[in-house]
């Protein structure tokens, strides 16, 4: 999803199995801290390149096998 230039909330729960989640270059302002509750098996999350100002660890909270994430070029001013 790479440069999606993504405008709607998408429901990751389908993805279940995903491993990898590429959402850099996509204009993003917010993510809510359970877009990924479904998402057990994430090991990487790239958001890279986007503008985010905030960022929950709560996203990454069940994801027992995470070990990459990229929140490099973003407007970030806040971690929680």
């Given amino acids: 999803l790479n440069g999606s230039f993504l405008e709607a909330y998408i429901r990751f729960e389908f993805f279940s199995e995903l491993e990898l989640l590429d959402l850099s270059e996509n204009f993003l302002y917010y993510l809510p801290s359970d877009f990924l509750k ?5 090991k ?8 985010l100002i905030n960022f929950s660890e709560k996203i990454l909270k069940k994801a027992f096998s995470f070990k990459i994430l990229d929140l490099s070029s973003n407007n970030l001013s806040h971690y929680e």
């Fill in 38 to 42: 479904f998402n057990l098996n994430i």
């Fill in 44 to 51: 990487q999350l790239e958001l890279s390149n986007n503008f």
